[in-house]
């Protein structure tokens, strides 16, 4: 699958702005990726060479990141499940999977929270969870600058990445609590060397989630599905095609 020559570009409207979006339909499932902090569409360019042809893939830029609009507002996980939502629901994809790195990890876990409608999430090297948006590290005005500066080397909006940044810690966490409603069926992937959110924080997913496995990816950092996309590869087609 190429990501230049077999995605169309689309375009969806929300309250606050426009939201950009790849799609290739297929015969198969339907996976919906949700990118992480700073990051867009493009970041699945490596992963979805490898996908099958037969797989319908959605690739979202959420708002404030990519071709999609960056309005002056508070950048909270509701919203971003708001613009997921609005794909989903534009192209009759109920009952798709969802599969979200990092910041989209977070978001992704947050929808499946509520609604069990979605066949099963990925969560990769997900953010958002109580014990790491709290902890001293997160909550370090250094560890946030990083952070922030990485993610400005990708999106150079400051007002949004400024606002993403400051909610960590304050609202929309992933608890105990909340994570013990996931009754859709979840794969937890991790990097066994990310340095930003530790390997303890996916077993943390895992044990919290129910019907959860956690396949941790040997060498990889934060990124697994760029560093090592033909392994995530072989774990998501392994993952959806249980029934």
């Not at 996976?31 to 992963?47: M, P």
């Not at 490898?50 to 990519?66: A, E, F, S």
């Not at 959110?197 to 060498?219: A, C, D, H, T």
């Amino acid at each position: 699958m190429d990501f230049d020559a077999d995605f169309s570009e689309h375009t969806t409207k929300i309250s606050v702005g426009s939201i950009s979006y790849k799609m290739h339909r297929g015969s198969g499932v339907t996976v919906v990726f949700i990118h992480g902090l700073g990051a867009s569409s493009r970041t699945w360019k490596r992963l979805v060479k490898y996908l099958p042809d037969d797989m319908g893939v959605y690739l979202i830029d959420l708002l404030g990141h990519g071709k999609s609009s960056a309005p002056e507002t508070d950048y909270t996980i509701p919203l971003q499940m708001s613009v997921v939502r609005k794909v989903i629901e534009e192209n009759d994809l109920h009952g798709c999977y969802l599969f979200g790195h990092s910041y989209g990890g977070w978001i992704a876990a947050s929808m499946v929270q509520n609604d069990g409608a979605f066949k099963g999430v990925v969560l990769e090297d997900a953010a958002g969870l109580m014990e790491f948006t709290e902890s001293r590290e997160v909550q370090n005005p250094e560890y946030r600058e990083e952070l922030s500066k990485n993610a400005l080397i990708l999106n150079p909006k400051p007002h949004v990445i400024k606002s993403i940044v400051s909610s960590y810690g304050i609202a929309d966490e992933l608890t105990e609590k909340s994570l013990s409603r996931i009754s859709s069926r979840t794969m937890v992937l991790w990097g066994s060397e990310d340095k930003i959110i530790e390997p303890k924080y996916g077993e943390m997913f895992q044990k919290r989630i129910k019907n959860s496995q956690l396949q941790v990816i040997l060498g990889a950092g934060h990124t697994p599905h760029y560093e090592m996309p033909e392994v995530v590869k072989k774990l998501l087609v392994d993952f959806v095609k249980v029934k």
